[in-house]
């Protein structure tokens, strides 16, 4: 089993490979204007969690989910290609509402002091 700070470095490294390949590689209408906000990887490198977001918000979610989930056999050989590992861990997509939510607390936040 791989250490902890492997296991760190194997995310950072499928999230900023992820990253680029949905911006310059990936054609699919449904997967423009998203961005991968984290990765987290089992300790046995089975699965890799993917967490996305989109800039439109949750409105788009199952859109964007079914994109990925379309183009995750190429997405995953890609990956498998730049990162080096025995066998490259399949990938499993989930929608990421922190963005929103942190948008929410935001003007919150901004109505409160406004108040003052």
Known sequence: MPSGIRIKRIEDRIRQDLSELLLREVNDPRLHQIFVTDVKVDRELAFADVYVSAVEGAGRSAEVLAGLESASGF?????????????FPKLRFHWDPTPENADHIEKILAGLRGKK
Request: charge should be positive; hydrophobic fraction near 45%; aromatic fraction near 0%.
């Open 75 to 87: 997405l995953r050989r890609s990956l498998a290609a730049r990162v080096e590992l025995r066998s």
